[in-house]
């Protein structure tokens, strides 16, 4: 039978799986306090349960919560585990996405190189954790503008996810979404629209059509018509998008405020030329 804080770390993934983050705080936040009670300290439940808080704090946007779960997660590991470790690979990708979120990437790039040298280092090179790391990287490098770097990782991590994992997994949709902004962000639509679509179908097959990762697909292919000037295929998706967001996150989350505001920009007022919306 499954020990209390097992019951409760599968509740908390459960409800992320599904979305439902808001849910998923109650039963993470036991799972960390259970792990804290252990006598052994540092202990494997601790570092899980708070790699899974800060991961959760970070779907929520609650940055200044998050880092320091995170930070504590990471040393919870290496002290544990000792520096070349998966797990703190991991740990490290999960910082490096956090600084991404914050715009720090300085601070992000060094986390995703250290840990791809782990990856490489323990792993295949066809592993798909290898291509996690990657993607990472890819999404850091587009941020920077740095174009061929980008390209090049994102590439790479595709054609390792979808080796190992299938054209339909949610990590292979993921890739092909990362993939598709940058084409995006470059005015390549041609190149972005099968990959978003792609990514799109994906996505609703994995969580069905209420789910954060289908609305943040249904906003990049609005935005994707929007950019071309087919306002008329745009605007359904926006609010498709705006719908899921609403239903996911509540009325106040900067998600919904972007639907929100590419909706808006769709019907401007006269004056200035309408400015295309961006990705996420």
Known sequence: MPSQWEQLNQQALDHIQKGD?????????????????KTEQPNRELAISLNNLGQL?????AFDQAEPVVRRALDVFEALEGPDHADV??????LAELHMARGL?????????RALAIKEKLLAADDPDQGQVLNGLAALYQAQGRDEDAQSCARRALSIFTKAL??????????????????????NTEAAEPLINEALAARQKTFG???????QSLNNLAVLYDNAGDFAKAEPLHRQALAVRQEVFGQDHPAVTQ??????????????????????
């Open 21 to 37: 983050y808001q849910e998923a705080l109650e039963p993470a936040l036991a799972a960390v306090n259970l792990a804290e009670e």
């Open 57 to 61: 704090y970070h779907a929520l946007q």
């Open 89 to 94: 690979a991991d740990a490290l990708a999960n």
């Open 105 to 113: 990437f300085d601070k992000a790039e060094p986390c995703l190189q």
């Open 166 to 187: 299938g054209e339909d997994h949610p990590v292979v949709a993921q890739n092909k979404n990362t993939l598709g902004e940058y084409y995006l962000s470059r005015g």
């Open 209 to 215: 059509n209420k789910h954060p990762a289908v609305a």
């Open 259 to 280: 639907s929100y505001d590419n909706l808006a920009a769709l019907f401007p007022c006269p004056g200035p030329q309408r400015r295309s919306r961006g990705a996420t």
